[in-house]
DNA sequence: TATATTGTTACACC
DNA sequence: TGGTGTAACAATAT
């Protein structure tokens, strides 16, 4: 499950595969995972106009600038418009050379070694220098969606997004006004909304909070100066070692043998339960908290 | 069969 | 009214 990091990790090591490269033809073999300007849900999606539409805007077009909000991938293109791509879970894209080398990026399954094309490709960008770009979806949650460049910052899932954690203007002291804002929010729900601070999720979540010693359950209103501190400087710095790591869950390889993300070791609560925390030797608890899982150890976050 | 997962939306509550 | 919480939904492998 793609989040900031591994988000980061394929802009910066798939992406630049394809930047410059023209598209010759993309084929659309699921097309209700294209959305051509509107969202799902206003017929932006599905209809044959849409796919169309699609098509049309991205075949011929050159791959320019590859960016990231929150866990968002932005490509911007030659002509007017600019493709978003959200892996959400299970999402993969998976580049090939002329030459065969393959990159992949996202949700590690199905495995390296499971050839593509496959039953969960469902769009294919074709090169005209004969490379290609697959993205793969496991439970079709994600979602390519084409917009014209200049209404980008208008679109309803970038307008919303809450500060970059590496934004410069994202300080402590903002970061604690933050968390004031919304006094009664419990932290762990708060910290993986997009609308409060972009790009962080389940994974991420649980680990700066463990680095803190904050329970997940905490009011965020009633998180002591410096125990905001210490969740400012976790979310930095475990983003930040991360995304040095290539992420967690991704598994980003240039073989066929591949290697996975290698910030998976260093996880210290996240899918650790019943284990010993790392830290003080207490059982690493599980909950369910706003629908999600949460770990955490009883002993050192309080 | 229940579970896991994300982001959005709908809706209940205070 | 708006901050908060809960549930449903998309899909499918385990």
Not at 2 to 12: D, G, H, N, Q, S
Not at 91 to 114: C, D, E, F, S, T
Not at 184 to 191: N, S
Request: glycine content about 10%; proline content about 5%; some cysteine.
């Amino acid at each position: 499950m793609p989040e900031l990091p591994e988000v980061e990790t394929i802009k910066r090591q798939l992406l630049k595969e394809v930047i410059g490269k023209k598209i010759k033809e993309v084929e659309l073999r699921l097309p209700k995972l294209a959305y051509f300007e509107g969202f799902k849900g206003d017929g932006s999606t599905g209809s044959p106009q849409a796919a169309k539409n699609f098509k049309k805007n991205l075949e011929g077009a050159k791959i320019g600038k590859a960016d990231r909000a929150a866990k968002i991938l932005i490509l911007t293109l030659s002509n007017d418009y600019t493709l978003l791509v959200h892996l959400k879970m299970t999402g993969q894209l998976i580049y090939r050379a002329k030459n065969g080398k393959m990159r992949r990026g996202g949700h590690p399954w199905p495995p390296a070694a499971v050839e593509v094309p496959n039953k969960w490709t469902h769009i294919i960008f074709h090169f005209v220098d004969g490379s290609k770009l697959y993205f793969n979806d496991l439970r079709q949650f994600g979602y390519m969606k084409l917009v014209k460049s200049d209404e980008l910052a208008e679109q309803k899932e970038i307008r919303k997004l809450g500060i970059e954690p590496f934004d410069k203007n994202f300080t402590v002291e903002l970061f604690s006004k933050m968390l004031k804002c919304h006094a009664k929010a419990k932290i762990k729900p708060l910290l993986m909304d997009q609308n409060f601070i972009s790009g962080i999720g389940n994974i991420y979540a649980d680990e700066s909070l463990h680095y803190a010693g904050i329970l997940p359950t905490r009011p965020a209103g009633k998180i002591k100066p410096e125990e905001v501190k210490r969740l400012y400087q976790g979310i930095k710095i475990i983003l930040k070692k991360s995304i040095a790591k290539g992420g967690t869950s991704s598994d980003t390889y240039v073989t066929l043998s591949g290697q996975k993300g290698g910030y998976e070791k260093y996880l210290k609560v996240y899918g650790r339960e019943g284990k010993k925390c790392l830290r003080c030797g207490g059982i690493i608890k599980r909950i369910k908290l706003g629908g999600r899982s949460a770990h955490f150890c009883p002993d050192c976050q309080g």
